[in-house]
């Protein structure tokens, strides 16, 4: 059975720092993988998806992930983060449908100014 | 504006007081879904639906049910809802690799 594990369920950064947010998961099988973001009070909205193609994938709000098939991740990153990214951050996947999407446990990101 | 809408946003109820929480999409997707989110455990899906008239159950379907009698509405019913379905709720509709969220509906049952 598939699972996502996010390795972090808190990461405190300092405004303009690089943030790296960790998804790993488990599958054997071609997967779709996505990354949601929800703020304060609101629902989930998304920030980038791989579904096919190149490994390297760039997302709304200056983010960008990287799937690794071999090392069964898909990492989140930006470079330099702002107050307003503080959120917390789904990672998502499903294996070639999408009646099956399976969510992590999240990432809480503070941005400190 | 394309939106999923769901009702109440906010609702405290008792042990075993049926209650409904609606869910509508103006954007015309076949899918849509229910997931419950809790505290370390992410969202957990309860119910979804291909289309009208077919639903089939999530992850976590026990105590819940749902009905798909028309497109743009996917209501969660909890017949008898206990404390353990003390929750924040998202209803979602699906569309080209892309879910869309509702703003949620957070139950507390006593």
């Known amino acids: 059975a598939q699972s996502v594990t996010q390795l972090d369920s808190q990461v405190p950064v300092f405004e303009e720092a690089p943030v790296e947010l960790r998804c790993n998961y488990s599958?054997?099988?071609?997967?779709?993988l996505f990354w949601y973001v929800q703020y304060p009070n609101q629902g989930l909205q998304l920030l980038l998806k791989?579904?096919?193609?190149?490994?390297l994938v760039k997302g709304i709000n200056g983010f960008e992930a990287e799937f690794n098939k071999s090392q069964t991740s898909f990492h989140l990153r930006k470079p330099s983060v702002h107050i307003s990214d503080t959120a917390e951050y789904f990672c998502?996947?499903?294996?070639?449908?999408?009646?099956?999407?399976?969510f992590g446990a999240g990432t809480r990101l503070a941005v400190h100014p | 504006e394309a939106q999923v809408t769901q009702n109440p946003r906010y609702l405290i109820t008792v042990t075993g007081k049926k209650l409904t929480v609606t869910c509508s999409q103006n954007?015309?997707?076949?899918?849509m879904s229910w997931y419950r989110q809790d505290p370390g455990l992410g969202l957990r899906q309860i119910y979804y639906?291909?289309?009208?008239?077919?639903?089939d159950k999530g992850d976590v379907p026990e105590g819940y049910k749902v009905s798909r009698k028309e497109k743009r509405n996917f209501p969660l019913i909890l017949e008898s809802p206990s404390p353990n379905q003390t929750s924040l709720y998202f209803c979602?509709?699906?569309?080209?690799?892309?879910?869309?969220f509702g703003e949620g509906s957070r139950l507390t049952v006593l």
């Open positions: 599958s054997s099988v071609s997967v779709y």
């Open positions: 639906s291909m289309n009208v008239e077919v639903t």
């Open positions: 791989y579904l096919s193609g190149s490994t």
């Open positions: 998502a996947v499903s294996e070639g449908g999408y009646n099956k999407l399976i």
């Open positions: 979602a509709s699906l569309r080209g690799g892309e879910l869309f």
């Open positions: 954007m015309n997707h076949e899918y």
